[in-house]
Nanobody, 120 residues
């Protein structure tokens, strides 16, 4: 089994910054793509950013130029640096990972979510 644990959420004023972290643990042979998604109240979950094992990134248009995704493969950890935060960034942020376990089963895993609130 694989677990993803997010941290770093909280309350921040508009224009502020936060850094989210997500550490994967368990029966992990290889982690392929990792990513961040978010879900605001009353809305569907949406992609924020993804990163391949080799470091190629993809961002939602709404966060380009403000958010940066990165990862540390040695630590099985993905990060999301969020700058110039806006009230519309308020949501629960979820970590996602495409994992090959040591039993050679490949599955998609999700973290429990961390709340980000942008408000004055």
């Amino acid at each position: 089994q694989v677990q993803l644990v997010e941290s770093g959420g909280g309350l921040v004023q508009p224009g502020g910054s936060l850094r989210l972290s997500c550490a994967a643990s368990g029966s992990i042979k290889t982690i392929y793509d990792m990513g961040w998604y978010r879900q605001a109240p009353g809305k569907q979950r949406e992609l924020v950013a993804t990163i391949t094992r080799g470091g190629s990134t993809n961002y939602a248009d709404s966060v380009k130029g403000r958010f940066t995704i990165s990862r540390d493969n040695a630590k099985n950890t993905v990060y999301l640096q969020m700058n110039s935060l806006k009230p519309e960034d308020t949501a629960v942020y979820y970590c996602n990972a495409d994992v090959l376990s040591w039993n050679y089963l490949r599955s998609d895993y999700w973290g429990q979510g961390t709340q980000v609130t942008v408000s004055s």
